[in-house]
């Protein structure tokens, strides 16, 4: 098993661009996180989906910031547009029900940079 | 709102066993307690979870005081390796809840040679 994949692993950019996340979770499982990691802020979770519905938007910081589920293998993170507030290490996880709990499994995280 | 208290910062000779403390005084009834840490540059690991009573894997123990209001991960011989942040998380079941998880700061763990 590959593990949560998330692409891509550095991302710098300038202020005012567009970034898209992108993040393959493990083959069966049936729910996806996206947290941002920064040192002022620790881990913060941003949105939750289950069986490919958001659930839990309420970490979103705006609405420069948008999270979709096309399907069960594939999530992207968008910011658009993008500020300097903005670098962090964002990080996807998902997660299956299995004997009653559930195991995050977290990917390597992509380090975004804005310029 | 992280439910948990942890000191922010522990220091362990290698091969000793680290004894990393949480305070979950607020704790409910079917709450469990989790742990995961983060190595350096990694995403967060899931290492151990318990309800009311001891468990042990492959990795660490797991004791939880009777009252449930604190509990103790225990890495029985620690290596350089194990040099991380460790994080004590308390979170409802997901039959009642989803599985929003609430990480605090917690322990930055030092393994010394």
Redesign the interface.
């Known amino acids: 098993d590959a593990g949560?994949i998330q692409s891509p692993r550095h991302e710098v950019t300038e202020m005012g661009q567009e970034v898209t996340l992108r993040c393959k979770p493990i083959s069966g499982h049936n729910?996806l996180?996206w947290?941002r990691q920064t040192m002022m802020r620790?881990?913060?979770?941003l949105i939750?989906f289950?069986n490919n519905v958001p659930?839990?938007d309420s970490g979103m910081p705006e609405d420069r910031f948008s999270a979709k589920m096309p399907n069960a293998s594939f999530s992207t993170l968008k910011i658009q547009p993008s500020e300097p507030r903005d670098s962090a290490v964002y990080?996807c996880?998902s997660?299956s029900?299995r004997d009653?709990?559930?195991?995050?499994?977290?990917?390597?995280?992509t380090r975004l940079t804005v310029l | 709102d992280a439910k948990t208290t942890q000191p922010p910062s522990m220091d362990c000779a290698e091969g000793r066993a680290a004894n990393l403390p949480c305070n979950h005084s607020t704790i409910s009834g079917n709450e469990?307690v989790y742990w995961?840490r983060?190595i350096h540059?990694?995403?967060?690991?899931?290492i151990i979870?318990g309800l009311k009573n001891n468990e042990t894997n492959e990795m660490a123990s797991l004791i939880i005081t009777e009252d449930r209001k604190s509990s103790t991960l225990i890495l029985p011989h620690a290596t350089l390796r194990d040099t991380a942040v460790y994080?004590c998380i308390v979170r409802s079941?997901?039959e009642t809840s989803?599985?929003?998880?609430?990480?605090?700061?917690g322990t930055s763990l030092s393994v010394i040679p």
Do not use: C, M, T, W
């Not at chain 1, 009653?100 to 995280?109: A, L, R, T």
């Not at chain 2, 540059?41 to 899931?46: H, I, K, M, V, W």
């Not at chain 2, 989803?98 to 700061?105: A, E, Q, T």
């Open positions: 949560v729910s996180f947290y620790g881990l913060e979770l939750y289950n659930i839990d990080f996880a997660s029900e009653g709990y559930n195991e995050q499994f977290f990917g390597p995280g | 469990y995961y983060q540059s990694q995403g967060p690991q899931y979870h994080y079941p997901r989803y599985d929003k998880v609430i990480f605090g700061p």
